[in-house]
C-alpha cells in the first residue's frame, strides 16, 4: 500500500468516525427534546427550558413602566396563580365594598410565600382565615401584594401607583433580605435611585450551547449554567451576589452602604399612606440562620438583618406607627422554614398566627360584622 493510498483510507475513516459521532449527537438531541417535552414533570421542564421558549402562564414576573417589573397576571403553576390584577390572590374588585375591612401585605418573596406552593396557604390567607375564624372579624379580607425579589424603592412604588388604589385600611410592611442586597453594591453606585442594584428590564443573553436541549441538561445538571431568575433581568453590573461577596470586604460595604436610602424609603410609605388616609404598620424581619450554606447565617448578612430592623424600630417609633417585632417571636427552628429566608408551609401559619394576633391586640381593626 503505498503512501496516498493509506492517506485516503485515514481520512475515510476520520469521516465516518465523526459521521458516527454527529449521529449519535444528533439521536441524543432528539432524545433529550422527547424526554423534556412528552416525558418530565412541570418542574423539571421549566428547569431545564430556555426561559424565552416557556409559555405566558409559565413566566412568573413580566416588566412594568413604573415598576420594572410586577407579577404576571397569566401565571398559573399547580395551585399558585396570579389574579387579573396582577396579585398572587383570588380576583377581587379594585373598588372595596363599604363593608370590608381591606389589609394589604407588600414586600418581596418573604410576603408572597414563594416556598409554599398553594395559594390557600400563605401566610396572607392564613391570616386572612384566622383573623376571621379565631378572632370574628368576619368583614377583613387580606391580600397578597409581595412580589419576589422587590426591596423597599419597589414596594414604594407599587403601594403609591397599585396598592392606594385598593383602598386599603391597613398596609402591612414587610421588609428584610433584598434591602441588605441592594447595601452589597460598589459604593460609588450605591445611590438614592437604587442604579446600583438594578437595572431596567434587559432580557438575558442565551449561551450559544443552551439552544441544544441536551447540553442544556448537561450543562445545568452539572452546575455550569441554571434556569434564569429574576436577577438576570434586572440586577445592575455593579451588585454583587452571594457568592461574590466572597473576594471583598462585606461589613467594609455595609459601612459605606448604611441604611439610609432604606429608611428614607420607609418614611416615604408613611407619608404616602397617611396622605391618602390609611394606616400602616411595620413589622421586623425574621430569619433562621440554621441551614448550612444558606447566605442568610453569614455574618455579614446577620449583621445587615439587624441594623435593618434597627431602622424599621426606629421610623416606626419616630411616626407613631405600629411596630410588630415580628424577629423576636418567630422562631428559628428548622421546622417552620424551607431555607434561611422563606418559611414553609408549616411556618407560613406560625407567622400568620403571631401577625393575626399583634393586629388583634393593637385594635388595628376597628369594626366587624
Known amino acids: ?200 428590564w434587559r432580557n438575558p443573553n442565551i449561551p450559544i450551547l443552551e439552544h441544544s436541549v441536551l447540553f442544556r441538561i448537561l450543562l445545568r445538571k452539572s452546575g455550569i449554567t441554571a434556569q434564569v431568575g429574576i436577577g438576570n433581568f434586572v440586577d445592575s453590573d455593579t451588585a454583587y451576589n452571594a457568592s461574590s461577596l466572597i473576594e471583598i470586604d462585606p461589613f467594609d460595604l455595609l459601612k459605606k452602604n448604611p441604611p439610609n436610602y432604606f429608611k428614607k424609603n420607609l418614611n416615604n410609605m408613611v407619608a404616602v399612606s397617611r396622605a391618602n388616609g390609611v394606616e400602616i404598620m411595620f413589622a421586623t424581619w425574621a430569619h433562621s440562620p440554621k441551614f448550612f450554606g444558606d447566605y442568610a447565617s453569614y455574618p455579614h448578612y446577620e449583621q445587615g438583618f439587624k441594623e435593618n430592623n434597627e431602622v424599621v424600630k426606629e421610623v416606626a417609633k419616630i411616626n407613631g406607627i405600629p411596630l410588630f417585632d415580628f424577629a423576636s417571636k418567630m422562631p428559628d427552628d428548622t421546622k417552620y422554614w424551607a431555607d434561611g429566608r422563606h418559611v414553609n408551609e408549616f411556618g407560613a401559619e406560625k407567622k400568620a398566627e403571631l401577625f393575626a394576633e399583634f393586629i388583634h391586640n393593637s385594635g388595628l381593626i376597628q369594626y366587624s360584622e
Not at 407588600?106 to 410576603?111: K, L
Not at 414563594?114 to 386572612?128: A, G, M, P
Request: glycine share 4%.
Open 1 to 200: 500500500m503505498n503512501k496516498t493510498e493509506n492517506s485516503s483510507r485515514v481520512r475515510s475513516k476520520l469521516v465516518k468516525f465523526l459521521i458516527s459521532i454527529l449521529f449519535a449527537l444528533f439521536i441524543l438531541e432528539v432524545s433529550s427534546r422527547v424526554w423534556l417535552n412528552f416525558i418530565v414533570s412541570e418542574e423539571d421542564r421549566f428547569e431545564y427550558s430556555i426561559y424565552s421558549y416557556l409559555r405566558p402562564d409559565n413566566q412568573r414576573y413580566i416588566p412594568h413602566h413604573y415598576l420594572n417589573y410586577y407579577l404576571n397576571p397569566k401565571y398559573k403553576k399547580g395551585k399558585i396563580y396570579h389574579n387579573s390584577l396582577g396579585y398572587r390572590d383570588n380576583e377581587f374588585s379594585v373598588k372595596k365594598p363599604e363593608e370590608v375591612f381591606r389589609i394589604v401585605a407588600i414586600g418581596g418573596s418573604s410576603t408572597y410565600t414563594i416556598k409554599v406552593n398553594d395559594n390557600e396557604k400563605t401566610f396572607t390567607s392564613h391570616l386572612d382565615r384566622i383573623l376571621q375564624d379565631k378572632y370574628g372579624y368576619n368583614n377583613v379580607v387580606v391580600i397578597n401584594a409581595g412580589v419576589g425579589g422587590y426591596n423597599s424603592w419597589e414596594s414604594l412604588i407599587n403601594l403609591q401607583f397599585r396598592v392606594i388604589d385598593l383602598n386599603p385600611n391597613l398596609v402591612i410592611v414587610y421588609h428584610g433580605t433584598n434591602d441588605i442586597h441592594a447595601r452589597f453594591v460598589d459604593p460609588a453606585s450605591y445611590k438614592s435611585d437604587n442604579t446600583g442594584r438594578r437595572k431596567q
